[in-house]
């Protein structure tokens, strides 16, 4: 059949050789490619889990009132935001509603077609927007790599059916302005979708979030997945304009999305609790501040992020540190890597190394000249790779 839709390799799977070039360390692999938790989440949430008592019933798609009333709270405690527990709801994971989001609000505004996203961004809000039939718009970023809204054609605005905003941003750390953002989506009748998962991750100043500017034309994102090192129980929401929560909820309970029973107690207890968020804040940071030294030891000097949990490192014209121990497992001209620096400096950190990284054209053409590296390993793991690329402690 002529046009039918072929799946993409998935971003990740592409990094299969440098893989076993890393695992075939002895000691093993250290992963630091995708940011998925390493870390303990907290006890009484992974204990209510068999304590619960509602795993018989079917729980609501929006989220018991509970849930939603921890999420508000949590919002107005560590964002300073006011928001109804009307304008609150449940997501199984915010992945499955970044790529899902096109889809509903295509059938809201069919006379749209155009998703906007960051140049530099997490892939699903690309291909989100691939999966609803729609045309995916990057927008470029500015210097401080913020979106350059300015930079948007009239005739793509005018199709817009929402424009995506990330901030703390991954892969590269960088803050939006959410204020502004807020103003060009309504002075233009396009809802905004504010992915704010590593809001805890901000570094530079208190976390922010774009419902601090107002609810009319916005969507906040929030996940436990890395506050709360959670992100198997699949436990999100989503808040912002009345009308459009209600909108989504409404339309997603058709669906049968619904986050569990005793996953909604867990998160309760884990949106309560503010003091393993805050170690493991501690965490992440101690973790970003070693590998930047261990980096810059090679002679690959990379910037402290404005947030989230991610290195977002320049790479070498080679895709070879200068101040490389030896000359390199992999040339520039390798097969696996083909020639192009940021693959090549991939598959020399995981035959020299051990470590596995993600090249930054997985985020996007913008990503080329760098690599994201996840602090989700522990030191002791840090420390490994640190003595495999003959860096003193």
Request: proline fraction near 10%; aromatic fraction near 6%; charged fraction near 20%.
């Amino acid at each position: 059949m002529t046009g039918a839709f072929a799946p993409p390799v998935y971003p990740y799977e592409r990094l299969a050789s440098a893989r076993r070039l890393a695992d075939s360390h002895e000691g093993g692999i250290v992963d630091l490619s995708i940011g998925t938790p390493t870390d303990p989440p907290p006890p009484a949430a992974v204990a209510a889990l068999s304590t619960s008592g509602v795993a018989r019933g079917y729980p609501a798609s929006v989220g018991s009132y509970r849930y939603r009333e921890a999420a508000r709270d949590w919002m107005g405690r560590r964002l300073g935001t006011e928001v109804p527990v009307e304008a609150v709801a449940a997501c199984v994971g915010t992945k499955e509603l970044v790529a899902s989001l096109p889809h509903l609000l295509r059938l809201r505004r069919p006379d749209r077609d155009t998703v906007l996203y960051p140049s530099l961004s997490y892939p699903t809000y690309e291909m989100g927007a691939v999966l609803a039939g729609c045309r995916p718009v990057p927008v470029p970023l500015d210097s401080s790599g913020r979106l350059d809204l300015a930079a948007v054609a009239d005739s793509d605005a005018e199709r817009a059916l929402l424009v995506w905003a990330n901030s703390p941003g991954n892969p590269a750390g960088q803050l939006e302005d959410l204020g502004a953002v807020a103003t060009w989506g309504r002075s233009r009748d396009v809802p905004v979708a504010s992915d704010e998962c590593y809001a805890d991750l901000t570094w530079d100043g208190p976390p922010r979030s774009i419902l601090e500017h107002g609810l009319d034309g916005v969507l906040a994102l929030h996940s436990l997945s890395k506050r709360s090192n959670l992100a198997g129980l699949r436990a999100g929401f989503y808040a912002g304009d009345p009308d459009l929560v209600r909108y989504l909820s409404e339309t997603r309970k058709h669906a049968g999305l619904m986050v569990p029973g005793p996953v909604q107690v867990a998160a309760v207890i884990a949106l309560d609790d503010d003091e393993h968020a805050e170690a493991q804040r501690r965490r992440y940071r101690e973790r970003l501040e070693r590998f930047g030294a261990i980096l810059a030891a090679i002679g690959v000097d990379v910037a402290f992020p404005r947030g989230s949990l991610y290195l977002w490192a320049p790479v070498p014209p080679t895709g070879v540190p200068p101040a490389a121990p030896g000359p390199g497992a992999v040339p520039t001209g390798s097969s696996e890597s083909g020639g192009v620096p940021a693959w090549v400096f991939t598959q020399w950190l995981a035959a020299e190394g051990g470590a596995l990284v993600s090249p930054g054209d997985l985020y996007g053409p913008a990503g080329a000249g760098h690599v994201r590296i996840a602090m989700v390993a522990p030191l002791d793991r840090l420390e490994v790779v640190a003595r495999r690329l003959g860096v003193a402690g």
